[in-house]
């Protein structure tokens, strides 16, 4: 059983970064990728960020240039380096793993990420 843990949400200033974490326990084995959701109350969970086990990562256009994904397979762990925060980044951040054809998935319990003045 694959677990996630997910640190490095909280409340940052308009412009400000911050750094999510996700650390995986298990292994979903074989092929696989690990990415950022985010969430909004009353809206669908949608992808921010994802990177597979051999490096490539995509973006949403909205945070395009300004956050970065990566990974250190050897720890199990996924970074979301987030600069220029914008209020509409405001949600709660999902982590997960899942097989390339969703076949298998997991995901974390999420950290919220609030951006205000």
């Known amino acids: 059983q694959v677990q996630l843990v997910e640190s490095g949400g909280g409340l940052v200033q308009p412009g400000g970064s911050l750094r999510l974490s996700c650390a995986a326990s298990?292994?979903?084995?074989?092929?696989?990728?690990m990415g950022w959701y985010r969430q909004t109350p009353g809206q669908q969970r949608e992808v921010v960020a994802t990177?597979?086990?051999?490096?490539?990562?995509n973006y949403a256009d909205s945070v395009k240039g300004r956050f970065t994904i990566s990974r250190e397979n050897d720890k199990n762990t996924v970074y979301l380096q987030m600069n220029n925060l914008k209020p509409e980044d405001t949600a709660a951040y999902y982590c997960?793993?899942?097989?390339?054809?969703?076949?298998?998935?997991?995901w974390g319990q999420g950290t919220q990420v609030t951006v205000s003045s």
């Open positions: 298990g292994s979903i084995g074989g092929s696989h990728v």
């Open positions: 990177i597979t086990s051999d490096g490539n990562t």
């Open positions: 997960n793993i899942r097989t390339v054809n969703w076949s298998a998935f997991h």
